[in-house]
């Protein structure tokens, strides 16, 4: 069976517009309810965790779930504004049949969207997610009064999740002497962050942390880093860290306003875990992640593979392979003898462990990693389609390839999350990349 409403990361679009409207989100939370009451021990009521992020939209949504949800007989619990990974953290804590997050990430504040978790702490498995979609197909029937589920709002989930964060850094360890900078993007870390990084001794300089329900990553967090770089140079911080609206997404920058994405950042933690913990396995990455990430692992003997775009094709590569790291250029980072999920607060202080207890600077730690320049084109269209299905741009990525020969690589995707092409091309000349990147993308425009 087909999806018809999940994408890679849940249910996501414009506000309004189907399926992110209230009548829609309440059956969804009905639907979810039906599913999840019925995989739990009849002896036991379903309970689930709801956060959400800093959009206007968010308080709308947050009563159609909880509304759907109560109608099925589940009870809910309500944590406000919260980064995406701590759902999951608090979902597994307190022992809960799932969690949910209503964000739209990295997306405007316009957008927004409903993913679950497991009560693992993951997203959950396709075969739920398809229970869930077959259920929305069935009539909304209430429970009776008795039945009814009950909602109550957890007062401390936002101590209980800044602990959490702090023993992901070991205690011997400490970040006395640093300024850094914190960008979280006016979103759901803005009350988290700046206390993670402050208690464990650094001087914080906090910046995207005021939200008024409109400017969610509005030239600011991991998707604007060039604001976490002129603040870092500004403030003469010893390093920046930018975050994304839901706080799963980290990119950060050097003294010198110099900033490191997904890929150098997981090199950094993996050459350090390879140096420090006696790291097995190998590293997960994405066919977006970078040539130069590949050949840095492969001299240090660490192997690399690639799962498809997006942190749920990445997690289940991993778990197929056993191995505990993985990641996307995108900031993205999945540490899994941390955490159950991709988490921006603890993979930044996993590279800031790297940095403090190998002496090093972010420049030399990930120093290793020569990026290839890699230009990438989305391209908007009416309606998701295969653009390899078509002749004219199969033509186009053709000539590219045999220009670049071995020593760069064309990726066409389409979006999990957006109406667009992504169209991504990879060399050793940025002159010939962003010539072949902009020849393919107007094959797919004049296509669509």
């Given at each position: 069976m087909a999806r018809k409403y999940f994408g890679t990361d849940g249910v996501r679009g414009k506000v309004g517009e189907p399926p992110i409207t209230p009548d829609f989100v309440m059956r969804l939370g009905y639907a979810a309810g039906k599913v999840l009451a019925a995989e739990q021990d009849p002896t036991e009521r379903a309970s689930v965790l709801i956060?959400?992020?800093?959009?206007?939209?968010?308080?709308?949504?947050?009563?159609?779930?909880?509304?759907?949800?109560?109608?099925?007989?589940?009870?809910?619990l309500l944590v406000g504004p919260m980064p995406t990974p701590a759902i999951a953290y608090l979902t597994r804590a307190l022992r809960l049949s799932a969690g949910v997050v209503i964000s739209a990430s990295h997306n405007p504040y316009d957008d927004n969207g409903i993913k679950f978790f497991s009560r693992h702490g993951a997203k959950l498995p396709d075969e739920t997610e398809l229970a869930i979609e077959r259920a929305l197909d069935q009539p909304l029937k209430c429970a009776t009064s008795t039945d009814i589920g009950k909602a109550h709002r957890v007062d401390d989930a936002a101590g209980r999740y800044i602990e959490f964060c702090k023993s992901t850094f070991p205690t011997r360890l400490d970040l006395r002497g640093m300024r850094i900078v914190v960008d979280c993007a006016h979103g759901a870390a803005y009350h988290i962050a700046p206390h993670v990084f402050h208690e464990l001794g650094a001087e914080v300089v906090p910046l995207g942390v005021e939200p008024d329900g409109f400017n969610i990553n509005d030239r600011v967090g991991a998707t604007h880093s060039e604001t976490l770089s002129a603040a870092?140079?500004?403030?003469?911080?010893?390093?920046?860290?930018?975050?994304?609206?839901?706080?799963?997404?980290?990119?950060?920058?050097?003294?010198?306003?110099?900033?490191?994405?997904?890929d150098q950042l997981l090199y950094v933690i993996a050459s350090h875990y390879r140096a420090h913990n006696g790291f097995e396995g190998g590293v997960v990455g994405t066919l977006m992640s970078n040539l130069g990430l590949e050949h840095a692992l492969g001299k240090l003997d660490i192997p690399f593979a690639r799962a498809g775009v997006g942190d749920r094709y990445v997690l289940e590569m991993m778990n197929e392979r056993g191995w505990e790291l993985g990641g996307e250029n995108s900031g993205h980072i999945v540490c899994l003898d941390k955490h159950t999920t991709g988490d921006g607060i603890v993979s930044a202080l996993q590279v800031l462990r790297a940095l403090v207890e190998g002496k090093s600077t972010l420049a030399n730690a990930a120093g290793a990693v020569?990026?290839?320049p890699q230009v990438l084109i989305n391209v908007k269209v009416r309606q998701r389609f295969d653009p390899r299905e078509n002749a004219a741009v199969r033509a186009a990525v053709t000539q590219a390839e045999r220009d670049l020969a071995s020593s760069g690589r064309v990726l066409l995707?389409?979006?999990?999350?957006?109406?667009?092409?992504?169209?991504?091309?990879?060399?050793?000349?940025?002159?010939?990349?962003?010539?072949?990147?902009?020849?393919?993308?107007?094959?797919?425009?004049?296509a669509a």
């Open positions: 956060g959400k992020d800093t959009r206007v939209s968010g308080y709308m949504l947050e009563s159609a779930l909880e509304a759907g949800l109560s109608a099925a007989g589940v009870d809910v870092v140079r500004e403030h003469k911080a010893d390093i920046g860290i930018a975050l994304d609206g839901d706080g799963d997404r980290v990119i950060m920058a050097d003294p010198t306003g110099r900033l490191y994405d997904g020569t990026l290839y995707r389409a979006s999990g999350t957006e109406p667009v092409i992504r169209v991504m091309v990879e060399g050793q000349r940025r002159e010939q990349v962003q010539r072949w990147a902009e020849s393919i993308a107007a094959a797919v425009r004049e």
